[in-house]
Structure formats: structure tokens, C-alpha cells
Antibody, heavy 119, light 107 residues
Framework: QVQLQESGPGLVKPSQTLSLTCTVSGGSISSGDYYWSWIRQPPGKGLEWIGYIYYSGSTYYNPSLKSRVTISVDTSKNQFSLKLSSVTAADTAVYYC???????????WGRGTLVTVSS | DIQMTQSPSSVSASVGDRVTITCRASQGISSWLAWYQQKPGKAPKLLIYAASSLQSGVPSRFSGSGSGTDFTLTISSLQPEDFATYYCQQANSFALTFGGGTKVEIK
């Protein structure tokens, strides 16, 4: 059974770049069956989709974050990553990685990791 | 972007009650809609996809309906483990969007 696990720093300074990695276990990121996605949730607030990547490297980003977001994939490590540049306090959130099925729904989620933006 | 509006933002109900949550899309999305359940401190869980299809393992007391712009999630008989926040998500466009959430609280 496929599992997802987010990892990365829990504290990032304002104006710096937030970097997170999602490790996929129990399945291959290169299977071609899924898109690999990032979603975030500010404390006490709703869900915001950030973007997704296919194993081939093709991406699609939330237009509201597009200028600051990069999602990449490393098939050799069975991982995909998120970089969010020029962060502010408004980027403080729990960040989830998730599997986006071919039907465009989020079938499986990681546990999430809290990233706080503060000096 | 397609905006998703959920109502109510919160609802108080008792065990055994029938609960209905609505989700409205800013433009027609056919049946490209999912519902998720999120409990405190946990990741969301897919309940319903394609507006009315029950995800494997989800109890049959959950049901979804609607198409176009108006959708509903119904819990036919609320159970203690159903107290949570529920989100809708549209999948009609590449730019995926969620509703603001509906918190189902104990009355």
C-alpha cells in the first residue's frame, strides 16, 4: 500500500525559501498512474492546492502561487519536492503531499508537516 | 479560477441526526466534485468522488448528489466518529479548488 511522508525544516525565516520533500513508499512514483501534489492548510483555516507534477516532470501550479512555486520529482529516490520562495508569515501552514488520481481527486494524503515562517 | 462556496460554515447536530451540507460552484463543473472529511490534527480523507460515488471503505450513511453548480453531502444518521470538518473540491479545471469547509459539531 502506497504511503507518503513529508519532511523538511519546521521553521523558515521570512524572505527565504521553504523546501519540503515527500517520500513515496509502497509504490513507484514512475508508475504513471498518478499525479503527485502539494496542498497546504494555514492553522485553523481551509485547504489550498499548491500544485502537482507527473513523473515525467510536467507540472501545473495554483495561479495565485505560480510565481513562487517549484515542484520537482526525483524518480531515483522515489521522491518529489516543493520549493516556495520569498515566504512570509502568510505561508505558515501544514503542508501535505498527496496522490492525485487520474480522476483528479486526492486519493491519499501524507500526515502533513507544519512549517512556520518567523524570524 | 472556479470558486467553491460551502454552507453552512458550521452545523450543530446530535447523534442520529440527518445532516446536509451544500457546496456551490461559481460555474458549472458537471459532476467533477469530491467531498473530504478532516478530523483535528489529521489529513483529509476522500469520502465521495464524481459527486455521488462512494470511496471504498466509506460507510453507506454518507451520500453525495448534484451536478452543474449545486451539490450536497448528506450523512443519513450522524455517528460519534462523524464529528469533523468537511470540504468539497472541484476537479473540472486544472486549477483545483476547495470549498471553505463545514464543521459538524456536537449539539
Amino acid at each position: 500500500q502506497v504511503q507518503l511522508q513529508e519532511s523538511g525544516p519546521g521553521l523558515v525565516k521570512p524572505s527565504q525559501t521553504l523546501s519540503l520533500t515527500c517520500t513515496v513508499s509502497g509504490g513507484s512514483i514512475s508508475s504513471g498512474d498518478y499525479y503527485w501534489s502539494w496542498i497546504r492548510q494555514p492553522p485553523g483555516k481551509g485547504l489550498e492546492w499548491i500544485g502537482y507534477i507527473y513523473y515525467s516532470g510536467s507540472t501545473y501550479y495554483n495561479p495565485s502561487l505560480k510565481s513562487r512555486v517549484t515542484i520537482s520529482v526525483d524518480t531515483s529516490k522515489n521522491q518529489f519536492s516543493l520549493k516556495l520562495s520569498s515566504v512570509t508569515a502568510a505561508d505558515t501552514a501544514v503542508y501535505y503531499c498527496a496522490i492525485l488520481g487520474g480522476n483528479w481527486y486526492f486519493d491519499l494524503w501524507g500526515r502533513g508537516t507544519l512549517v512556520t515562517v518567523s524570524s | 479560477d472556479i470558486q467553491m462556496t460551502q454552507s453552512p460554515s458550521s452545523v450543530s447536530a446530535s447523534v442520529g441526526d440527518r445532516v446536509t451540507i451544500t457546496c456551490r460552484a461559481s460555474q458549472g463543473i458537471s459532476s467533477w466534485l469530491a467531498w473530504y472529511q478532516q478530523k483535528p490534527g489529521k489529513a483529509p480523507k476522500l469520502l465521495i468522488y464524481a459527486a455521488s460515488s462512494l470511496q471504498s471503505g466509506v460507510p453507506s450513511r454518507f451520500s453525495g448528489s448534484g451536478s452543474g453548480t449545486d451539490f450536497t453531502l448528506t450523512i443519513s444518521s450522524l455517528q460519534p466518529e462523524d464529528f469533523a470538518t468537511y470540504y468539497c473540491q472541484q476537479a473540472n479545471s486544472f486549477a483545483l479548488t476547495f470549498g471553505g469547509g463545514t464543521k459538524v459539531e456536537i449539539k
